[in-house]
């Protein structure tokens, strides 16, 4: 007797043994991989999870206000440059 | 999660395509957070979707760690499953994409094209169903002579017994689609097991 699509049932039944079963011990190790993999996070995760990027955002804006403050003083007063020396002579001799 | 807690569900056999009311509840706690409740559906759609990607990758260490893989997606996906449908169909989906995936992957590692009408010939590194016989086994042969899509898709309908439906949702393709398919695989499969195919009154 045929199916719908004409595939014998002879053929069916002998497909059907094709059917993979991996045994009670794959079975179980899959179960217990997926319950291990989907544990709910307790409140320590939680606030680690929260924390991690906020440290690393505030990391990055300390690095770079340091950074332009360090480079703003740096360029501020250079007493090698005209600049620095009219200043210098300004403090030094009263010159205008 | 409360894995030492027993669970509130136990097993019961119902055709897939009929949505069963153990499976509502437990994916109505499951979208609650109670993470154990998951435990139902795992034990409910672990074999076949072992065996539905089994049939992909011929593989055992592959198919589960790909049954483990699809399990897992599928809970953090759990938001988007439709409630009220079957979650069979959709974890088989979920499965058989990421086994189509390594498939695919294998071939470029190998590079070999992944083509539709060259299947990989994985008949030597396949460790075959205990309970599969010579005829099976010729079977099987046959199946993965196939092209890529016509066999799944005729895999899916004789070995896995999914219905045309089942079968649209987990290949993506339609309902029509799948017949054609099938019917394709039917010919070549009539041609390839000559010998095993019963005499047919009227065929075409």
Sequence with gaps: ?96 | MGRGRSAPFRCVEYRESVVDPLEQRAVAAVRAGDASAYDYLVSKYLRRTLSIVWGIVRNGQDAEDLAQEAFMKAYERMDRFREGEPFGPWIYRIATNLALDLVRHRARVLHQPPSDDLPAARLQEADLPARSNEIAQRIDAALESLPTQQGLVARLHLVEELEHSEIATITGLSEGTVRSHLSLARKKLRESLRDLWPEEKSDE
Excluded: C, H
């Design chain 1, 1 to 96: 007797m045929n199916d719908e699509t004409g595939f014998p049932e002879s053929i069916r039944e002998e497909a059907r043994k094709l059917q993979y079963q991996g045994g009670v011990a794959m079975e179980a190790r899959i179960r217990a991989g997926v319950a291990a993999g989907i544990v709910q996070p307790n409140v320590f995760d939680l606030l680690a999870r929260w924390f991690v990027p906020v440290a690393a955002a505030a990391a990055a804006v300390l690095l770079a206000s340091t950074l332009t403050l360090y480079s703003a003083a740096d360029q501020a007063v250079d007493p090698g440059s005209e600049a620095g020396m009219m200043v210098m002579a300004e403090e030094v001799f009263g010159v205008e």
